[in-house]
């Protein structure tokens, strides 16, 4: 076999030897350092003592079972301290822990259990009801530490075997990359069977700090920062995707970074130029900001890349961690060093395909393009398989991304190619937006600034996007996903749960069928204050506000062509912050006033604040602008009431304190349709009133 050319090489230099197990990092700490906090999970604690303790008792339980080198135990616990107590306890037996998603359909747990154990396969639930529960079968080779499936490229479940010495060399170069001590609060926010749980876990036990784990009602941008804030959180460890929303959120001002924040570290996904610059714009160097890059296969992550002083330009992933060596190719990334994984569980076939040799030694391909920039750093360029050829030219589909991101009213982009059924590809962009943006000006937007084979032949408006469990987006859906469709991220509801529209309801949305998207419905209320109100506390009521009122945040899918009102998550319904020269000022709201609905795709209810720089004229101005399908004049009183009691409770940082609604509007709705009938229905009161 003729020698592999390498385009470049980069070596991150020589990692302790030998790497101490991670193990015997966390006894350390229960040895020297017993009433130290290692877990927070809310009101709970436990000391690097009593978790000791904890685990030990687990352990014992659980060799009983059967625990031991070579085996697999499944770990189906919900987030919290048993979760944690039960992986450790499972690595102290001497097997190695398999996470299953808690939040995974059945089928999908049950297709992982099948390829882990064979036909001795317990089912998902007898899982979820032990904890962990030793699985029969082949079981892992004897030094594993874990097995996490990914989906590969196939939507195909593959269990990724991790050896712990893989996972002590990592952890050996991470903690220093990190800055993580003794010191360290450390937010446990990725699911377990997520791999980014890992530096989470044993990068912050190992060397001394404290884990703080992420309750239920820290998902939001919004309660994740209150929730740092209260627990004084200095590292927090996010998926790009999630970080991109973070700093739309804080480019609002609408809530602030907590000041005990030392170090974010993001993964997962390219980090967006424009967002990197934002985020110095809103911080400065207060924060760290660290760009994280590794495949499961590699042990977590790689190489990294501080972003703390990045300037203009393509944003890195890095160098190597020190025992790494990352080469480059034909373009694609290859991986070696002692963080490669043993490979995937009873897989030889893909094992052969992603693991091979360069110079005699192992190496994992990563399929990721790259490139070596000036300063020794890695620039990714996108996947191998994600290349698209339009018209002859080489698109980049994360460049769009980058160029719709930047438009002042997208929440986020995702451009994927999508193929036809004549095989011709075709780039498609789904946009969250705040509305008053179409697709013809996003498409604009692309045109002036990318070659013409780069803009999307379709731009879909939708509601959201969809995740995978670990927080990405999900390109894999959104390649087979019709953009007309408004809501990418769930599915329809079945047809006997669906709630219609009330005949006032329908008249708008057949307008809006007829004449498209308008502003002849829009009921505005435009108030000047006297003082800059708290921008967090605005953008929390106008959550509560619409958590209150279903109405607020349903959006009108027609499936099969018979609409119905389908009710979003209170979080979708956000307010923005405009900073404007006061001479702008009047011209601003105008503009947003002016916005128009697109019934299917955007939610009823906007609210916009208005800050005017310099000037004479109003400290501030509070548009609300409510489309009349979710409301009349009769309810902008008790909207603008039940808003006004919201803010003020939040300014005074607590939760409004106010009863649940006894009738929703869906309610409503039904009531109408049970007392007038159906027009096909001769004795209806519908029917009698069109004779």
């Given amino acids: 076999m003729p020698p592999i050319r390498t385009d470049d090489l980069l070596d991150g230099g020589p990692s302790p030897s030998p790497a101490p197990p991670v193990l015997d990092l966390i006894a350390h700490q229960a040895h020297t350092r017993p009433d130290a906090v290692a877990l927070v999970h809310d009101t709970a604690r436990l000391t690097y003592a009593e978790l000791a303790d904890a685990v030990r008792e687990r352990a014992l339980a659980l060799s009983a079972e059967g625990a031991a080198p070579g085996r697999l135990v499944a770990l189906h616990r919900p987030r919290g301290i048993d979760a944690i107590v039960g992986l450790l306890a499972v690595l102290t037996t001497g097997a190695a822990y398999l996470p299953l998603d808690i939040q995974a359909p059945d089928a999908r747990n ?11 396969a317990p089912t998902p639930a007898e899982v979820a009801a032990a904890g962990e529960l030793v699985l029969p079968g082949p079981g892992a080779p004897a030094g594993a530490a874990y097995v996490i499936y990914t989906s590969g490229s196939t939507g195909t479940p593959n269990g990724v075997v991790v050896a712990h010495d893989s996972l002590a060399h990592f952890i050996a170069g991470a903690v220093p990359a990190y800055g993580i001590g003794p010191d360290s609060r450390v937010l446990q926010f990725s699911p377990l069977h997520f791999d980014a749980s890992v530096q989470e876990v044993f990068a912050t036990l190992g060397a001394g700090g404290t884990l703080v784990l992420r309750t239920d009602d820290m998902l939001d941008v919004r309660d994740l920062l209150a929730g740092c804030a209260r627990h004084g959180i200095t590292v927090l460890d996010l998926p790009a995707a999630y970080w991109h929303e973070l700093v739309h959120v ?3 001002g609408a809530v602030p970074l907590p000041g005990c924040l030392d170090t974010v570290i993001i993964y997962g996904e390219a980090a ?6 934002r985020w110095r714009e809103l911080t400065g ?5 660290l760009n994280a890059y590794g495949p499961t296969e590699t042990t977590v992550v790689a190489t990294v890349a501080d972003l703390t002083r990045h300037g ?15 080469a480059v190719v ?12 043993y490979g995937y569980l009873s897989n030889p076939e893909l094992n052969a395909r992603r693991f091979t040799e360069l110079d005699g030694e192992r190496a994992y391909r990563t399929g990721d393009l790259v490139t070596i920039g000036e300063d020794r750093q890695i620039l990714y360029h996108g996947r191998l398989d994600d290349e698209v050829k339009i018209g002859g030219q080489r698109i980049d589909p994360a460049a769009i991304d980058s160029v719709l991101s930047a438009h002042p009213k997208v929440r986020e982009a995702a451009v994927v190619a999508q193929q036809d059924a004549d095989g011709v590809k075709r780039l498609v962009a789904f946009v969250v937006t705040e509305g008053g943006v179409g697709a013809e000006e996003l498409r604009g937007l692309v045109r002036e600034r990318m070659p013409a084979a780069a803009v999307p032949a379709a731009v879909g408006i939708v509601a959201a996007l969809p995740r995978t469990s670990s927080g990405k987006i999900n390109r894999k859906v959104l390649r087979t996903t019709d953009p007309r469709l408004s809501v990418v991220h769930e599915e329809p509801l ?26 002849a419905y829009n009921m505005p209320i435009v108030l000047e204050l006297d003082g800059v109100p708290d921008r967090a506390a605005l953008a929390a009521a106008v959550t509560d506000l619409a958590e209150r009122h279903e109405v607020l945040r349903t959006v ?3 499936p099969e062509d018979e609409p119905y009102q389908h009710v979003l998550a209170a979080s979708a319904v956000r307010a923005r912050t405009v900073e404007c020269p006061a001479g702008e000022l009047r011209e601003r709201v105008q503009d947003f006033v002016s916005e128009t609905f697109d019934l299917a795709r955007e939610l009823p209810l906007r609210v916009a604040l208005f800050v005017p720089e310099g000037g004479e004229g109003p400290a501030a101005v509070l548009a609300v602008l409510l489309h009349h399908v979710a409301g009349d004049g009769w309810s902008l009183a008790p909207l603008m009431n039940d808003l006004a009691t919201a803010y003020a409770a939040r300014a005074q940082g607590r939760a409004p304190e106010q009863e649940p609604l006894p009738v929703q509007y869906a309610d409503y709705t039904l009531w109408q349709h049970d007392v007038l009938g159906t027009a096909d229905d001769p004795d209806s009161a519908v029917a009698r009133g069109l004779t």
Wanted: aromatic share 4%; with cysteine.
């Fill in 250 to 252: 804080l480019s609002s």
């Fill in 556 to 558: 009108f899918l027609a």
């Fill in 312 to 326: 203009d330009g393509p944003v890195p992933i890095g160098r190597p961690l020190p025992g790494v060596r990352a």
């Fill in 330 to 341: 034909g373009g694609e990334l290859w991986l070696l060093g002692g963080g490669l994984s």
């Fill in 494 to 519: 079945p047809a006997e749960d669906r709630v219609p529209l009330s005949h006032a309801q329908r008249r708008l949305w057949l307008l809006d069928q007829l004449d498209g998207p308008s502003c």
């Fill in 272 to 277: 967006l130029p424009e967002r990197v610059a």
């Fill in 110 to 120: 049950a297709a992982i259990l099948q390829d882990s154990c064979g036909d001795l």
């Fill in 285 to 289: 160097e207060r924060t760290r900001l």
